[in-house]
């Protein structure tokens, strides 16, 4: 097997988190995607950061100084996960009635969101890496977030 193929195995072991990153394009457009890779950076500033595919929709909104949400979704969300990460079903991203969308689009019902905006941008092959300043965020109070493992939800 390629090196390639041993890591894409080796990656399915790890556990993450699901979360929809959410914008609006410079016309105000809404735009949402399905993300497992956001990490906190730091707590001073409160920062994190968030790979984004350079082929996808949502690429090119993001701009130094513009505004997004990770919206961490909750266990019976995957639904909007698997909405939010297919291109063929990219026009019904925002028909779930929990999008409010009058200034960043967010979820009212996720786990958590954090509203950030765009500190730095960096390319790195396929993905450009986004450094997110953290403005806000919210919780809700019992913690049942959806999780992806193996290829399957947990």
């Not at 399905?34 to 350079?54: F, Q």
Request: glycine share 2%; proline share 3%.
């Amino acid at each position: 097997m390629s090196i390639q193929d041993n890591f894409r195995l080796a990656m399915r072991r790890y556990i993450y988190s699901v979360s929809i990153m959410s914008n609006k394009d410079n016309a105000g457009n809404p735009n949402a995607i399905t993300v497992s890779s956001v990490t906190s950076i730091s707590m001073n500033p409160p920062s994190l950061l968030i790979c984004i595919n350079k082929s996808s929709r949502i690429h090119n909104s993001i701009e130094l100084g513009s505004k997004f949400c990770i919206n961490l979704l909750n266990n019976e969300q995957e639904d909007i996960s698997n909405i939010c990460s297919d291109e063929d079903m990219y026009d019904q991203r925002f028909k779930d009635k929990n999008w409010n969308l009058q200034n960043i689009p967010f979820l009212v019902n996720a786990q958590a969101n954090i509203f950030c905006k765009v500190d730095k941008l960096t390319s790195y092959h396929t993905h450009s890496i986004v450094f997110g300043l953290v403005e806000d965020a919210k919780y809700a109070d019992e913690i049942s977030t959806l999780t992806y493992v193996d290829g399957e939800y947990k």
